[in-house]
């Protein structure tokens, strides 16, 4: 039973770490307006924001991807664990 629970550990905690990374490129990226020279100003807190932004997608693709890996193994392993087991009928 603690084998299948840390079997699902790894995936949700990718997910997350993915979806926070996502949630980041989206702020700090895709909601704003960028004018030719690749910059964004926002008056209200005075800052000026740069299309750098993108960066954020790098880890928020990675930790997907490394989700979608460990849910794959977790599954395969499963089907064999469950394949192997001796039937009792």
């Known amino acids: 039973m603690l084998r ?3 079997a699902l550990i790894g995936p949700v905690l990718s997910l997350a770490a993915s979806a926070f990374f996502f949630w980041a490129w989206y702020d700090r990226y895709l909601r704003r307006d960028f004018n030719e020279l690749g910059r964004f100003y926002d008056p209200e807190c005075l800052c000026v924001y740069t299309t750098s932004g993108f960066v954020w997608v790098l880890p928020a693709c990675g930790f997907l991807l490394l ?3 460990l849910a794959a193994r977790a599954m395969r392993r499963a089907r064999v664990c469950k394949a192997s087991a001796p039937n009792d009928a």
Request: charged share 0%; hydrophobic share 85%.
């Open 67 to 69: 989700a979608l890996w």
């Open 4 to 6: 299948y629970l840390a």
